[in-house]
Nanobody, 124 residues
């Protein structure tokens, strides 16, 4: 089993930036794609970004395209989500997830392990 722990969330003003971190343990981290999802109050969980096992391929939701970067450091068993130019619409709990395959995945059903989430709140 793999365990995932997110960190880096917090309160930030609109226009600011955050870097979320996901630390993994318990499995060969470099064998699997990683993803980030988010869930705002009263809304369904939605895909944010995914990075392949190698780190060479990534995919982003339209809502964050151009202001978000997902990356990973396989030597540190860690992946990161950098979000710039934050807006109040980005306010949500952000979850890190580990996929079952090496390629980027956008559906939450393709992920089998989830972290506990980290809260991101963006004030206007």
């Amino acid at each position: 089993q793999v365990q995932l722990v997110e960190s880096g969330g917090g309160l930030v003003q609109a226009g600011g930036s955050l870097r979320l971190t996901c630390a993994a343990s318990g499995r060969t981290f470099s064998n699997y794609a990683m993803g980030w999802f988010r869930q705002a109050p009263g809304k369904e969980r939605e895909f944010v970004a995914s990075v392949s096992a190698s780190g060479l391929t990534s995919s982003y939701a339209h809502s964050v395209q151009g202001r978000c970067t997902i990356s990973r450091d396989n030597a540190k068993n860690t992946n990161y989500l950098q979000i710039n130019n934050l807006t109040p619409e980005d306010t949500a709990v952000y979850y890190c997830a580990a996929a079952t395959v090496r390629d980027v995945m956008v559906e939450d059903t393709d992920y089998y392990t989830w972290g506990q989430g980290t809260q991101v709140t963006v004030s206007a």
